[in-house]
């Protein structure tokens, strides 16, 4: 009995041994990987610009002629301009973080840490450290604001995490999720763009063989992938935001779920389809001005503390 107890735990210990390491080496891999697909993704963005104004658009205006062919342009440069716009500004503009002065100012508020106190995080099912009633980070030395998270690629508790992306080489979160799903969007749109604009061409070079540019030939590839991928991840996107979850959370609610066999589990921060994608573009902004640019942030408050589906957390405002 005594050897059985020693061999399972020696086998605890190499499995923690072992997912730590792996850990490691994907930590490794992402910093090394970051700023190279970043650098690939706009690249790959200006080669299927390049394309489309040297091969496309020349056969557009004999086809259609001149009038339809400026129109198609412009049309194409406002899909480059809102592509490029939330691609950067998802990638170089902060996701917020816990250790941020207003942050830290708030979270200093009795009001504000006291709501804290409920947040839905702190259950028996996650294994976050505790500190005087608190989510507490030891590495970044902060109380974690609710939906925060340690990032262990950026080595920072990030504000409503979602993910680390190696494409932006940045983590998506409280201040930018609005941009990386703008940016989803406008790409599934301008690569739909592209294959309609094209598509005589691509029938042609895909279907006959008969390829007047091999350029064309790469960037239709290229256009085609980023759309079948664009085309998932907007729809994945769509989902988390209509159900007021990250991806996170969605994981970390089928693990709840699973645990609480016997009740039906309540995503806490569900407030209806509506106010769920408007706590990430808007409360007081019109549908269709969510899709024009706009570098505006959720309020430091909105990123600390969330209304709940029972109405236990009060926000002195809705304002992004």
């Not at 309609?196 to 064309?216: C, H, K, N, Q, Y």
């Not at 979850?245 to 693990?255: D, S």
Request: glycine share 8%.
């Amino acid at each position: 009995m005594a050897s059985k107890e020693r061999w399972k735990s020696c086998c605890r210990r190499a499995g923690a041994l072992g997912f730590g390491l792996l850990s490691l080496l994907m930590e490794c891999l992402f910093r090394l990987l970051g700023p190279l697909l970043s650098t690939l993704a706009l690249g790959l963005i200006g080669l299927v610009t390049w394309s489309f104004f040297v091969d496309v658009m020349p056969f557009v205006v004999e086809q259609r002629g001149q009038r339809d062919g400026l129109i198609i342009c412009a049309l194409g440069l406002w899909l480059l301009f809102n592509i490029l716009f939330n691609y950067l500004r998802a990638m170089l503009g902060g996701p917020g973080y816990a250790t941020d002065g207003a942050v830290r100012e708030l979270v200093a508020d009795e009001r504000i840490a006291g709501q804290l106190r409920d947040d839905p995080d702190l259950n028996p099912y996650r294994r976050d450290h505790r500190q005087n009633g608190y989510r507490f980070c030891d590495e970044c030395e902060c109380i974690k604001p609710m939906r925060t998270h340690h990032c262990s690629i950026c080595k920072r508790c990030v504000l409503k995490f979602d993910h680390h992306c190696p494409w932006l080489n940045n983590c998506v979160g409280a201040n930018n999720y609005r941009h990386f799903v703008l940016f989803l969007v406008y790409l599934w749109c301008g690569t739909l763009f592209f294959m309609t604009s094209s598509l005589p061409m691509l029938r042609d070079a895909i279907v006959d063989g008969r390829v007047e540019s091999s350029s064309f030939l790469f960037a239709g590839i290229v256009a085609i992938s980023a759309f079948l991928a664009a085309t998932g991840f907007v729809l994945w996107n769509v989902y988390l935001m209509g159900t007021n979850q990250t991806t996170v959370e969605f994981y970390g609610n089928v693990f709840d779920s699973s645990r609480k066999r016997n009740t039906t589990f309540r995503n806490p921060y569900d407030l209806g389809f509506r106010n769920n994608v408007r706590e990430v573009f808007g409360h007081n902004q019109t549908w269709w001005s969510w899709m024009l640019p706009s570098a505006a942030k959720p309020a430091p408050i909105n990123t600390v503390i969330y209304l709940l589906k029972d109405g236990g957390i009060a926000l002195p405002n809705n304002n992004v």
